[in-house]
């Protein structure tokens, strides 16, 4: 899963989704497969403190490689956060402890400009790891995206990480796409008539 840098620096993200929507999304979401019960799902515009933790590990893990510096990525979040409702980032966080984020874009896989939007920068704190908090950043997207009355969601990902995607009810629908050869999946939403006027 690339968030490709490109991508979140241009405008086309604010142009295609600036409309503002009638109804705000909820901001808190408690994930359910999380034993923890202390952790919660943010949008990032509540919590602009991980603001720089958030980009650091984007540049770090994604950005940093293909030649962008880190003020690169705050400038792309800081974007993402002036969007009415899409796209968003959300980010986990214990007791004010920031433990992981994840980016919903419209168009985040090159070689499939349509299909979107996409998950994005799934990043979970090496501490945290193996908690489920992976799948609650994943759950979470997925509930918004539906309250904004969205029926899919795609995302791609670098080959070694196909069995995590499938054991999470992904289908793989592509592969070998873009320079990465990466693969591409896609997961049904289940609507959500609470949010279906939304958009
Ligand atoms: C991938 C990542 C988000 C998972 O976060 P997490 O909170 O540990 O995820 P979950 O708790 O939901 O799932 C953990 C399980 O996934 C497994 N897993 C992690 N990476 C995997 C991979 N590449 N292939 C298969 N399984 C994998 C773990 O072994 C663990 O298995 P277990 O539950 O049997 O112990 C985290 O490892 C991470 O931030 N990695 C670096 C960034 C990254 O690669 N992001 C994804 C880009 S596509």
Redesign the pocket.
Known sequence: ??LRPPNLSQSKIKGRFGAPFVKRPRIFERPN?LSHSDVEIVDLRQAPECLALVAN?IWQ?WWEADGYTLADVVTALEDVIKAADHPFTLVAVRQRQFL?TVTSIMDDIGARPDWGPCLA??????E???????????HAVSQRLSAQGFERVY????P??????L??GWTMIDSDIDKDHQDVFMRLLTPCHDGAAER
């Open positions: 899963m690339t497969s590990r893990t992981g920068a799934l990043w979970v704190e090496p945290a790891r193996g908690e489920g908090l992976g799948e609650a950043l994943m995302l791609s990902a670098k070694k990480m196909r069995a995590y995607y054991q999470r």
